[in-house]
Each structure stands twice: as structure tokens, then as C-alpha cells.
């Protein structure tokens, strides 16, 4: 089991460009999300799932779009990025099943840098 | 005023002192609790859970208290190795939406 897989690791883009976040899961997870983590701070849900074709906003979905088409797979896109977007981006699957009672499964995470 | 809070730290503690962490919440709904560890940079893990019976794993006691919406985390005989920053995490559901607070950052020392 790879577990949570996201891509890429390091990112830097210019204010303006678009980009995709990759997340993967390979768990039969239902439940995915992404978070992003800014300096000194803990993490705020960006978007979720409960499950294929399901998405709904989280804490601060400005400026990013989700969509899930398989169990496995949750891209995040950021739309026009901002310097404000620069932070930790960190991908979660949780599943209602699991003997810790949802507990959630993080990748490595994506570090992007707008300029 | 945050869903979550936590003492907002740091903890800078010997080797093999007591060292204990709290969190409160805010929404009366919420139906499970969690300790995450996260190390420098790297994504969080999971610590404990926490039920209202209190749970213990080897040094780490989790306690939760439902009527003052609190949580708390102890750790017993600090190791170089439980360095790090410890996350107090709430859901209101079965969802995956979990609310983070802040952390709090444990620094052990020789």
C-alpha cells in the first residue's frame, strides 16, 4: 500500500497561472480531503468528499476548484494563483470503517510558492 | 473565537518531565476527538483518539470531557524523540471534515 500520494512536492508558480495538486489514494478510502497549512498555524479544510461524484467546500474553498471522478482520485486546482495561496497543501483520506473511527491519512504534502 | 484552541505554547521541557496539553472546543456537536502529532515540515500522524472513558497508550493520556468541551493530552517521562508539534483534532461527523486547532510545540531537552 503506497497510502496517500500527492504531487508534486515543491511547486513555485507566478501570480495568474493555474496549476493542479494531484492526490491519490489507494486505501478504498470514501471520505477525501485537501488542507492547506500556513506558517505556525494548523490545518484548514480547502474542499472534500464523501465519496465519487460528491465534493463540498470546506473552510476557505476561495480561489480552488475539486472534482471526483474514481475513489481513488482527488485533484485540487488552483484557479489563478495569488501570493495569498502560498502554504502547505496537505491531502487526507478517511474512511467511516476504520478502527479509529474516521481517523484521516495524510500525504507528504505539496509546498507551493506564488510569486 | 476559533472552533479549536489550544494552549499556544511552546513547551520547553527536560528529559523525563510531565508535560501536559489542552484543548477546548467549540461546537456541541462534535462527535469525535483526536491527538495528531506532526513533525517539522512533514505531514500529521495520528497520535490517539480520545473517548470520554479516558485512554491511555504506554506514556500518553488522553482525556475527554464532554460537559466543558475539553480535551486534554499528558505525556509522561518526556523523550528527545516526542519533539514536535502536537495538533488537537475535532469532527462533527463521519465526513472527513476535521477541524484543526492551532498546536501546540513540544521541545525536550537533554
Known amino acids: 500500500n503506497a497510502g496517500v500520494t500527492q504531487t508534486p512536492k515543491f511547486q513555485v508558480l507566478k501570480t495568474g497561472q493555474s496549476m493542479t495538486l494531484q492526490c491519490a489514494q489507494d486505501?478504498?478510502?470514501?471520505?477525501m480531503s485537501w488542507y492547506r497549512q500556513d506558517p505556525g498555524m494548523g490545518l484548514r479544510l480547502i474542499h472534500y468528499?464523501?465519496?465519487?461524484?460528491?465534493?463540498d467546500q470546506g473552510e476557505v474553498p476561495n480561489g480552488y476548484n475539486v472534482s471526483r471522478s474514481t475513489t481513488e482520485d482527488f485533484p485540487l486546482r488552483l484557479l489563478s494563483a495569488a501570493p495569498s495561496q502560498t502554504s502547505v497543501y496537505f491531502c487526507?483520506?478517511?474512511?467511516?470503517?476504520?478502527?479509529?473511527?474516521?481517523?484521516?491519512?495524510f500525504g507528504p504534502g505539496t509546498r507551493l510558492t506564488v510569486l | 473565537r476559533k472552533e479549536v484552541e489550544q494552549d499556544p505554547g511552546p513547551f520547553n521541557v527536560p528529559e523525563g518531565a510531565t508535560v501536559a496539553f489542552n484543548c477546548t472546543y467549540s461546537?456541541?456537536?462534535?462527535?469525535?476527538f483526536f491527538w495528531y502529532r506532526q513533525d517539522c515540515r512533514k505531514e500529521p500522524k495520528l497520535l490517539m483518539s480520545?473517548?470520554?472513558s479516558g485512554n491511555e497508550d504506554g506514556r500518553f493520556t488522553a482525556q475527554l470531557n464532554r460537559a466543558s468541551q475539553y480535551i486534554s493530552l499528558l505525556i509522561r517521562d518526556s523523550k528527545l524523540s516526542d519533539s514536535a508539534t502536537y495538533l488537537c483534532?475535532?469532527?462533527?461527523?463521519?465526513?472527513?471534515?476535521?477541524?484543526f486547532g492551532d498546536g501546540t510545540t513540544l521541545t525536550v531537552k537533554p
Open positions: 487526507a483520506s478517511s474512511s467511516k470503517y476504520s478502527r479509529n473511527g474516521n481517523e484521516q491519512f
Open positions: 468528499s464523501v465519496g465519487a461524484g460528491i465534493t
Open positions: 461546537n456541541s456537536a462534535s462527535q469525535s
Open positions: 483534532v475535532v469532527n462533527k461527523g463521519n465526513a472527513g471534515k476535521s477541524t
Open positions: 486505501m478504498n478510502h470514501e471520505y
Open positions: 480520545v473517548y470520554s
